[in-house]
């Protein structure tokens, strides 16, 4: 593949997110400065007025998150655009008449993916200030922790729940190729993860998945794209299943779940003391603003910490695979699959790594295979 294609989209996708972030950090301070805040809240509300008293203070904040979150989702659509037209392979090389014909189809497809992810975006927001604002009224000075708590468990729950609706969502077979299913299951079974069966994906525009393991316990199912089954040789499958089944042995998730929720915890923490010096109660509508702007800049901070767990937890998921089917040609290959299909860096810098990086370079990769 073209490295440096995939050099420059991953430098020109890290520089559009940080112009969208800036620009969503420069709107949350502005509420929380500047009386725009307060305007807002007024809005909110002469909004909910008519609604009966138990429920107008969290119509309040669903309004007033809903509106600043549908702001912030409109400020992204720029970056997400430009980089739906850098990512296109034409873009990058002569302007040909397909890519001169096409853009308005793929900029459509770009758009109403952004609405589906805007629209998840302001209801994940609406529901994170319902929780901060009951957790203010009721569990007073202890808002940081109850929030902290509860929004862990609601992004527990919704893993899961979006784990299972994968599974089950209508698209998906029993795999027709008997000998890998076979081979698959004796994989499963060595690695001492038992699984109730291995599906393929009926039909996916989704180029994001190569293959999941989804559910727990004897409830586990393999899940395969269908590029994989047409593309991809045996071991190759094999190889990147048993890397997924070692995210299941080692419980990976619940152990990045348990990391994100005292991160989450913490940065809350560092919200009410930005509070206190400002003076606002937690419970205000104006408080919101400045509890994700300090969140946030948390979170941002502990970015390297979590990235760091992940990488490890992919290590040791390569390393698994290697050992439980010992192709470490097939392996390499998937690897080298992988980074070109997601334009992938051969070799980013340090900082890039801490940031950016959830999983070990290609380069690392390679090298553990004994491949380079
Ligand atoms: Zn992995």
């Given amino acids: 593949m073209n490295e440096s294609r995939a050099a420059r989209y991953q430098r020109l996708r890290r520089r559009a997110e940080a112009v969208s972030a800036a620009a969503g950090a420069l709107l949350l301070v502005a509420c929380a400065a500047t009386p725009a805040g307060e305007w807002l809240a007024a809005w909110a509300r002469r909004n909910a007025a008519g609604v009966p008293a138990p429920w107008r203070a969290v119509t309040e904040v669903a309004l007033f998150v809903g509106l600043l979150a549908l702001a912030l989702e409109v400020l992204a659509i720029p970056t997400v655009l430009y980089l739906a037209a850098k ?3 034409s873009s990058a090389g002569r302007p040909t008449s397909d890519s001169v014909a096409r ?17 998840f975006g302001v209801i994940a927001a609406v529901i994170v200030g319902m929780v901060v604002h009951v957790a203010a009224t009721e569990t007073g000075g202890w808002w940081w922790l ?7 468990v609601i992004l527990a729950a919704a893993v899961r729940g979006v784990s299972t609706l994968i599974a089950r969502a209508g698209g998906v077979q029993p795999l027709g190729d008997a ?3 076979a081979r698959l299951s004796a994989v499963s079974e060595s690695a001492g993860v038992p699984v109730a069966g291995i599906f393929e994906w009926r039909a996916s525009d989704d180029e994001t998945h190569s293959a999941s393991v989804t559910g727990f316990g004897r409830g586990r199912r393999v899940l395969i794209a269908p590029e994989l089954v047409r593309d991809w040789s045996r071991d190759e499958i094999t190889v990147v299943v048993a890397h997924e089944l070692s995210h299941h042995k080692h419980h990976d998730l619940i152990q990045s779940l348990i990391l994100d929720a005292l991160l989450m915890s913490a940065a809350l923490a560092a919200s009410d003391a930005a509070l206190w010096a400002a003076g606002i109660p937690a419970s205000a509508l104006t408080a919101l603003p400045l509890i994700a702007l300090t969140a946030s800049a948390i979170w941002l901070a502990a970015t390297p910490f979590r990235h760091a767990l992940s990488r490890w937890q992919e290590r040791r998921a390569d390393q698994f695979a290697l050992a439980v089917t010992g192709e470490a040609d097939a392996f390499a290959a998937a690897v080298r699959r992988v980074g070109d ?16 990086h959830r999983h070990p370079t290609i380069e690392e990769r390679l090298a553990m295979a004994g491949k380079r």
């Avoid at 308005?104 to 952004?114: H, K, N, T, Y």
């Avoid at 109850?146 to 862990?152: K, N, Q, V």
Wanted: no cysteine.
């Fill in 179 to 181: 000998g890998l299913s």
């Fill in 146 to 152: 109850t929030t902290g708590l509860t929004l862990s």
């Fill in 103 to 119: 853009p308005g189809f793929e900029g459509r497809g770009v758009l109403s993916a952004q609405l589906q992810t805007a629209a």
């Fill in 87 to 89: 990512r296109r392979p």
């Fill in 341 to 356: 299909r997601n334009l992938i860096e051969d070799r980013p810098d340090r900082l890039t790594r801490w940031f950016f």
